[in-house]
């Protein structure tokens, strides 16, 4: 995550729940929107669903679903209102939300004006959920610092939410939102009964909510929590301006509000240690016990972990959302050298995704194989191609690719253009494998977008077994662009059909859908996610000592598996000769490209093996590619001068 200049200091971090309001002197300031404002406000909804939006065919079939009539309606209702006789302003957020939530794509939505955007509803605690031979258990795992209430504490077991059993309230609320799959939605349910992004939901209807509880001790007890409004922390990337960032995003946007509110309340640590970084502050809080300093500290978790099987390193990637995807693979190269070589956890749950490019150049660091990155289609209407025309040949977003099949599409009545990749192939393959040792992905349902477009390329180029903690990942397979965004990009010209949206109001749509390469090439992400190799279920111990018995379930995986190793120990020259002392680990061959070009061939056996490449001596660069049994299985590049 860049920092940003806007980001709290550590004293206005703690100073975060003392800056509360109570949700309702929050909705006094609110019913601001105009009769006019709300028309306008379908009527740019309708041209991003007509126009713009790609997987319209896909959740109209697979949903029994039809978003433009529904707002046809809606507008047609509006033109028969007058200021006196409209309904409450936030009858009419409701109706809007409901419709954007109807095609279940957390990358389409209707972003709430002001007073609610930019704030978050909060509770002062998080919930998760672990499963047993009894079923399904709901156990606080966090508090914020200045929450006291007797018992309540991380451990203590949730049984009823206002007087519902707990598991009929996530499911209730699982109902609201707008998850691909079941997974996806059960998993937000949970989530948002604690923290909810007002950009992108309207408030609760409750001011307070009741919590049943078992402490720790297993004694019964009640607590009374009312619902608090404040501003969120800043956005990290500005995803409106006409750049490569905001171009290329695929960013669950309610997952990233959740987040950087989760930062705040529950580990104010981590936002003080990159802003201490990025002001070069001498005085830099130290991580917790373990853990490798990292001036992307709310971007990654590295350390050590123990398990049953072995000391492993463990990675965590909170977010793809940054400004410069080189800066993040450099960090998450640095990192990975400095932990244990013999089997890395990558581990991205929760991760909302960012910047697409960031996600799939961190590929090739873990692989041997040629990173194909995932190729892209527009949905063809004349508004598309008129934006791919003006951006043919663009520095900033080169949209010309797709222009030739759009074009064809009046003829052939193809739905969707032909696909690209968003993301450089050079790019994604510039530095090439930088770990050799054996990889285990985690997942859970809330990973998504840039993060679905990872787990997949993970799967795709066969890097390793994925573990789950669900079914399936969030299954959010597209490029997003926002209003404003797509507004920049027709600046200029006449009869543009977005206009500026009212009171900091905002709209987003998928306008690019993904598909897989590798086995399953060409299979959209989008409702479909990726399904891990092996299922895991959240335990007890999982949710109190730090994923104790999910990183030993990695770690079994990991141990199942061959350490390789392909490296050049000694380099001579002689008689106009290069003379390479190899050092290799499981692999039973070695080619050897110089300068690009293939030069000799070995067979290699565990310790050192030496080739001898004639008139080879002004060689500058060396390409190792290591095999066995026939199958690439480690390659490392290294400069010769």
Known sequence: MSPNPADPTPQETDDWLVASA?????????????????????????????????????????????????????????????????????????????????????????????PFAGKIAFLPFLIEEYIDEEGSHFLVTHVAQDLSAFGFAPGAEITHWSGIPIATAVDLNAARYAGSNASARHSRGLQSLTVRPLRIHLPPLEE??????????????????????????????????????AACQGLDLDADETNRAKLA???????????????????????????????????????????????????????????????????????????????????????????????????????????????VQFLNTPLNLRICGRHRGDPAIDLGPWVASMEQAVELGTAFSSAFSITPEDGANAIGQQYFGPVVLITN????????????????????????????????????????????????????????????AGMRVSIRRTLRVGALSGTPVEDLGIKPDERHHMTRRDLLEDNADLLD???????????????????????????????????????????????????ATDGQTEVTVPGA?????????????????????????
């Open 22 to 114: 109570a949700l309702s002197n929050f909705l006094a300031t609110a019913n601001t929107l105009t009769l006019a404002e709300r028309r306008l406000l379908v009527e740019q909804a309708l041209v991003l669903f007509e126009q713009n939006y790609v997987h319209l065919p896909l959740k109209m079939a697979m949903h029994a679903v039809n978003p433009v009539q529904r707002l046809r309606v809606m507008r047609r209702r509006l033109e028969r209102q007058t200021e006196d006789t409209m309904p409450k302003e936030w009858i009419f957020h409701a109706e809007l939300s409901e419709i954007f939530h109807s095609v279940r794509d957390l990358h389409t939505n209707y972003l709430l004006p002001n």
């Open 208 to 245: 307070w909510v009741t919590i049943s509880f078992i402490d720790r001790d297993g004694t019964e007890r009640e607590l009374r929590q009312e619902w608090q409004i404040r501003d969120n922390l800043p956005t990290f990337v500005d995803t409106d301006a006409l750049s490569t960032a």
């Open 265 to 375: 309340l529950f580990a104010p640590g981590a936002l003080a240690r990159e802003r201490s970084a990025a002001q070069g502050t001498a005085d830099l809080p130290e991580p917790r016990q373990g853990e490798l300093v990292t001036t992307m500290s709310t971007v990654f978790k590295a350390r050590e972990v123990r398990t049953s099987f072995g000391t492993f390193g463990h990675i965590r990637i909170f977010t793809f959302n940054v400004q410069s995807p080189a800066e993040f693979v450099k960090e998450f190269v640095r990192l990975i050298r400095l932990l244990p070589q013999n089997g890395l956890v990558v581990d991205v749950r929760e991760n909302g995704g960012g910047h697409i490019h960031a996600a799939e150049f961190t590929l090739q660091t873990l692989t041997p194989r040629r990173i194909v990155p995932e190729p």
């Open 445 to 504: 349902a809330r990973c998504y977008s840039a993060t679905d477009i990872f787990a997949a390329g993970f799967q795709d180029h066969r890097i390793g077994p994925v573990l789950g903690t669900d079914d399936a990942t969030g299954a959010g397979g597209a490029n997003v662009w926002t209003h404003q965004l797509l507004t920049a990009l027709l600046e200029g010209e006449e009869n543009v059909p977005y206009e500026p949206l009212p009171k900091g």
């Open 553 to 603: 379930r990695a770690g079994r995986l990991l141990s199942e598996q061959p350490v390789r190793e392909i490296a050049i120990a000694d380099v001579t020259t002689a008689d106009g000769d290069l003379r390479l002392r190899l050092r290799t680990a499981n692999v039973d061959r070695v080619d050897v490209y110089l300068d690009q070009r293939p030069r000799a061939s070995v067979d």
């Open 617 to 641: 001596a002004r060689a500058r660069s060396a390409r190792l590619d290591g095999f066995a049994d026939d199958q690439l299985v480690a390659s490392t590049t290294r400069s010769l001068r």
